[in-house]
């Protein structure tokens, strides 16, 4: 086992410790891009994966002729549950009770972590095992967990690879996306023994392999665990009823095996009614997976007497999500499945990866999403909106409609209007610059002025130089760098319409 | 027969930069019978003040738009991206603006701005535009052109119907170049990554040419390909349709001409 030293009495770790540093304080986006754009494996492997699931996706959902009607009656179930949001919460919180669930409330992480706490120690236990669930990362749970003394075993087979890897999730579903076999093989080999059962002798990169490892690594985890940690995809307020889609078994056994469950469940994951899943259970498998149906779908209306968990603990999570809905320009962001089909279509979590998003949540989704729950104070959160060409790709596949391009534009928006309340205090040059260009723009004559000076510089380098190429002009060799630039023209089209047409109005 | 008279929307960048594409759209459209007028009083769609996050700075962009073209019945413009703006963000910033006037002014005109390829296709009603053009192309769809401005396949019937010419399929061609405004400013080294993906699937066609329907994407392909030494050059779609064989459009006219 590991151990930390922060100064303090030394601790033994009780499971892999992630990279230092909390995510809020991840340098800004293009800084961390750099830094991820230079590993080139990982490059090859999000490449690869991310091409092959978009044309897995494209086939499947083109299977569908009512796709766009499904799209549209998931983001209206959407939509009305963020109209009602404080309707269906309390109706889902009386029937999760009277289903025999115990119901918790916590308005920020950390309530939710206490809470959590709280519940394993109660049982007695110093360890759960985890399904894996976006709201638990979002929390960060398991280091809450790790500093009470209580061990949180992954065991989604992505999530285990991270977790043994000392690393963070990459990517809402495929959380070692940045991983190939050999890598995994690497890490199953030095990490496995030391937190149970070790991997078979001379264990290769054969996918069944590495499989088989991680399925008897965990086997005696699922058997001894007594209390699981899950998230859910769904909680129907109807009936008091939660859902958890996945592709392993793995969920299946610890929604099953343990006597206590504890469910993190996000606000906004509830839906009206049972025949809701409808929709979601056929938008959410092809989006994400790209399949029609995924392999294993658990829904659990409380505990059954002699039967499955007996302890049943549901704990609903704010954190920034009721900021989120208070917003008209942003909240259609709550309406997110976590398909994650906005990162796998998106050009640039191709090129960088998850880790360059300084938060759980990357690509698109992240892109709106983290603004909006953590606020634009840090630096990491304020880049995030700008880490998009708005090529628009995200809002085509989204299977709940959301206007990604739209709200990232409204985000930018926020931050722009941030830093300008800053004025004074920080130096901005952006405002200004932006300021003398909407100046420039609103009157032609300003914009022909301007025009004019363009043309005198491409009379004269048109003439020795002809184009501008690899340039040191601060600011502009980002462009010129890579990419030249012709000259400008020796006239303006305005001004050779006026001297072969005479003008107009 | 008299055709529409049609407002040319140049678009800024066209304007400054380009001069030559909506010169092109102006010959091609008289050539196709129309009345072409270039309103001065036009400047930009401010959708890079927009796009940035600048509300208050790309008002007075839809002012001058306003200003320019109410008055007319069809208002083109060669820019997929511009004419997107044009009509997707204006009436947002019409509302921020919180000038009651301006957003109806915009709600009427926003119907009457076309994209290039849509006012043929739609209005004028035909996709041979009597064109030559005997090279090897590929055809960059380009990002705003098909999910903003929605332009669909109309760029690829009119480049069908151009006598001569030879379209070759761009692998990954609904993938964006990485240009995307300030987008291409702020961060760099992924614009970079991407326009090099790009020009590597446009070198891997053999085309002779990759056209696309706005200079701006046009601008950051060529720029990867004219500093490389690429043999493959760029071309606006109005550069293609509005060549012919008394008048063919050459190499040294197009955008990336000018960039190597
Ligand atoms: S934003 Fe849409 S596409 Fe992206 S993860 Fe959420 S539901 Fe899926």
């Known amino acids: ?505 | 027969m008299a055709g529409p008279t049609v407002a040319l929307f140049a678009t800024c960048v066209n304007d400054t930069m380009f001069p030559g594409t909506p010169d092109a759209v102006r010959r091609l459209l008289e050539r196709l019978g129309c009345t072409v007028v270039f309103p001065r009083q036009q400047t930009c769609c401010g959708q890079m003040f927009t796009n940035t996050g600048y509300f208050d700075e790309a008002v007075p962009s839809v002012r001058t738009f306003v200003e320019a073209f109410d008055t007319f019945d069809y208002v083109v413009g060669p820019s997929g991206s511009c004419v997107g703006a044009v009509r997707h963000q204006h009436p947002m910033l019409a509302r921020h603006a919180g000038d009651a006037g301006l957003e109806r002014a915009v709600g009427e005109l926003t119907p009457r701005v076309y994209d290039l390829s849509e006012f043929i296709v739609d209005v004028l009603g035909t996709v041979d535009v009597g064109a030559w053009f005997p090279h090897p192309v590929t055809y960059h769809p380009t990002c705003h052109s098909l999910r903003v401005a929605k332009v669909g396949d109309r760029p690829l019937r009119l480049l069908r119907a151009v006598e001569g010419i030879e379209l070759r399929e761009l692998p990954d061609a609904e993938q964006c170049c990485g240009f995307g405004g300030t987008f291409s400013l702020k961060n760099p080294d992924v614009s970079i990554a991407m326009a090099t993906d790009k020009a590597d699937h446009v070198v891997s066609t053999g085309a002779e040419f990759v056209v696309a329907g706005d200079n701006a994407c046009l601008l950051n392909i060529g720029g990867v390909l004219g500093r490389r030494g690429d043999r493959a050059r760029t071309i606006h779609l109005a550069d293609v349709l509005v060549s012919t064989r008394e008048q063919p459009t050459t190499a040294s006219a197009t955008t990336a001409g000018r960039a190597r």
């Not at chain 1, 790790?146 to 999530?159: F, Y």
């Not at chain 1, 509830?270 to 399949?291: G, H, I, K, M, Y």
């Not at chain 1, 809002?395 to 391009?405: A, G, L, R, T, Y």
């Open chain 1, 1 to 505: 086992m590991t151990t930390t030293n922060l100064g303090m009495p030394t601790r033994v770790r009780l499971t892999p410790a992630p990279p230092e540093g909390a995510l809020i304080d991840s340098p800004p986006f293009p800084q961390a891009a750099i830094r991820e754009l230079g590993k080139d494996t990982q490059r090859a492997n999000l490449r690869h994966a991310t091409h092959t699931i978009r044309t897995k996706r494209q086939r499947v959902v083109a299977e569908l002729d009512h796709w766009q009607d499904l799209r549209s009656a998931g983001e209206a179930v959407k939509n009305r549950v963020a109209r009602h949001l404080d309707t269906w919460l309390v109706q889902l919180e009386e029937n999760l009770t009277r289903a025999g669930s115990t119901v918790h409330w916590a308005r920020d992480a950390e309530e939710a972590n206490r809470i959590i706490i709280d519940l394993i120690r109660a049982t007695g236990s110093d360890e759960v095992v985890k399904v894996k669930s976006m709201a638990t990362q979002e929390i960060d749970l398991n280091e809450a967990l790790e500093e009470a003394g209580i061990a949180a075993w992954e065991t989604d087979l992505a999530e285990l690879i991270v977790q043994l890897g000392h690393d963070r999730p990459s990517h809402i579903l495929v959380p070692a996306i940045h991983r190939n076999r050999t890598e995994v093989r690497d890490i199953f080999l030095e990490e496995m023994g030391r937190y149970g059962t070790p991997p078979p002798e001379g264990l290769d990169d054969d996918p069944g392999r590495l499989a088989n490892a991680a399925r008897a690594h965990l086997r005696d985890k699922f058997l001894r665990a007594k209390v699981a940690v899950s998230g859910a995809n769904f909680a129907v307020a109807e009936t008091g009823s939660l859902v958890v889609v996945e592709s392993e078994g793995n969920g299946r056994m610890c929604l099953t095996l343990p006597q206590t469950l504890i469910s993190v469940v996000g606000i906004e994951k509830v839906v009206p009614t049972f025949a809701d899943l409808e929709v979601f259970l056929q938008l959410l498998p092809r989006s994400s997976t790209a399949e029609r149906m995924n392999p294993y779908t658990t829904i659990w209306t409380g505990p059954t007497p002699g039967d499955g968990p007996q302890d049943v603990h549901v704990v609903l999570v704010d954190n920034g999500r009721t900021r989120a809905l208070a917003d008209p320009s942003g909240r259609a962001a709550l309406r997110c499945i976590r398909c994650s089909a906005c990162l796998n279509i998106c050009p640039v979590f191709e090129k960088v990866g998850g880790h360059a998003y300084g938060s759980v949540y990357p690509g698109p989704i992240g892109a709106i999403l983290n603004p909006q729950l953590r606020g634009v104070e840090s630096a990491v959160d304020r880049s995030l909106p700008f880490a998009s060409t708005l090529c628009g790709a995200c809002d085509d596949v989204c299977p709940v409609k959301i206007p990604i391009s739209d709200i990232l534009v409204q985000q930018r928006h926020r931050i722009v209007e941030a830093k300008k309340a800053e004025a004074g205090r920080k130096p901005h040059l952006e405002p200004v610059l932006m300021k003398g260009g909407g100046w420039l723009m609103g009157d032609a004559r300003r914009l022909a002025l301007m025009q004019r000076a363009a043309n005198v510089f491409g009379l004269v380098g048109g003439r020795t130089i002809g184009r501008i190429g690899n340039w040191p002009v601060p600011g502009l060799s980002r462009w010129l760098r890579a990419r030249n630039v012709p000259m400008p023209p020796t006239a303006s089209f305005r001004a050779q319409f006026d001297k072969t047409r005479g003008g107009q109005r």
